[in-house]
């Protein structure tokens, strides 16, 4: 099973980026996809994720509004649009399957202006 993080870089507050989370090895059918961030000095949180069942969503309060995870079963991809981004989303970015507790490279998002 792999789950490989990509799409992260430089914005500008206020600016977009487009995670993607291109998954071998599983179905999207049998298991909810997460991503998590870790800044410096901070410990790892969640940010969203995206349900096996019915395909619904969920997020924290610090992104709700701001950030849209999505996926595409065909492609066994999940993506995470990052719109109006601050500086305190500065983050490695991770994609992970339930249960939620192995961790690939992930994906570095800096927001600075």
């Known amino acids: 099973v792999q789950l490989q993080a990509s799409g992260g870089g430089l914005a500008q507050p206020g600016g977009s980026l487009r995670l993607s989370c291109v998954i071998s090895g599983l179905s999207l059918d049998y298991y909810a996809i997460g991503w998590f961030r870790q800044g410096s000095g901070k410990e790892r949180e969640g940010v969203s994720l995206?349900?096996?069942?019915?395909?619904?969503?969920h997020y924290a309060d610090s992104v709700k509004g701001r950030f849209t995870i999505s996926r595409d079963t065909a492609k066994n991809t999940v993506t995470l649009q990052m719109d109006s981004l601050k500086p305190e989303d500065t983050a490695i970015y991770y994609c992970?399957?339930?249960?939620?507790?192995?961790w690939g490279q992930g994906t570095q998002v800096t927001v600075s202006s």
């Open positions: 995206i349900s096996a069942l019915d395909g619904s969503t």
């Open positions: 992970t399957r339930f249960p939620f507790n192995s």
